[in-house]
T-cell receptor, first 115, second 115 residues
Framework: KNQVEQSPQSLIILEGKNCTLQ??????????LRWYKQDTGRGPVSLTI?????NTKSNGRYTATLDADTKQSSLHITASQLSDSASYIC??????????????FGTGTLLAVQP | SQTIHQWPATLVQPVGSPLSLECTVE??????LYWYRQAAGRGLQLLFY??????ISSEVPQNLSASRPQDRQFILSSKKLLLSDSGFYLC??????????????FGDGTRLSIL
């Protein structure tokens, strides 16, 4: 069964600190891996998309890494801000063929940044 | 720029009542459109997707249906709601003719509570 598992389930850090969120997946073969940020009560917003051949992708203070051999990805947040408090969701796009994206979502890591 | 609108933002309905949630996209043509449900503590579940007017694919058997009467309009419906239909419903779009590494863009969701 294709799965995407994230850890930790929740995390509390102090403003200004760095943190790293983990994603392990069993989806194979896959087309790309994505990280989304979802604020409470809002829809997810795309942070990064990496194809299976990419190792890292940055978006401002967010840096995602991908190790396709070990099927692991991480999202590193640098110099956290209060506005980073959200759920971070790891999403894998299986390579089923065809043009339509069918995505497999993790359950997310809930990050709380405290002053 | 492209925008996606979902309404209503929240909805409380009695068991057995009908449902109609609407989603519209602006600023793009021929998008792929998606309906997801997000349950507490679980990853997003794809309910329906559409690659064109009148073309609907259902991912899971359920009490819901979807329609796409216009290119940028996607509607989620039910004739009789069940308690299990409660959840956070998200509409999303992605570029219709782009490679599969295009992001999906989400609306802000509808919080549906069934009493």
């Amino acid at each position: 069964k294709n799965q995407v598992e994230q850890s930790p389930q929740s995390l509390i850090i102090l403003e200004g600190k760095n943190c790293t969120l983990q994603c392990n997946y069993t989806v194979s073969p896959f087309s790309n891996l994505r990280w989304y940020k979802q604020d409470t009560g809002r829809g997810p917003v795309s942070l990064t998309i990496m194809t299976f051949s990419e190792n890292t992708k940055s978006n401002g203070r967010y840096t995602a890494t991908l190790d396709a051999d070990t099927k692991q990805s991480s999202l590193h947040i640098t110099a956290s801000q209060l506005s980073d408090s959200a759920s971070y969701i790891c999403v894998v796009s299986p390579n089923y063929g065809g043009a339509t994206n069918k995505l497999i979502f993790g359950t997310g890591t809930l990050l709380a940044v405290q002053p | 720029s492209q925008t996606i609108h979902q309404w209503p933002a929240t909805l409380v309905q009695p068991v057995g009542s009908p449902l109609s949630l609407e989603c519209t996209v602006e600023g793009t043509s021929n998008p792929n459109l998606y309906w997801y449900r997000q349950a507490a503590g679980r990853g997003l579940q794809l309910l329906f997707y559409s690659v064109g007017i009148g073309q609907i694919s259902s991912e899971v058997p359920q009490n819901l249906s979807a329609s796409r009467p216009q290119d940028r309009q996607f509607i989620l419906s039910s004739k009789k709601l069940l308690l299990s239909d409660s959840g956070f419903y998200l509409c999303a779009w992605s570029a219709g003719t782009a490679p599969r590494s295009e992001p999906q863009h989400f609306g802000d969701g509808t919080r549906l509570s069934i009493l």
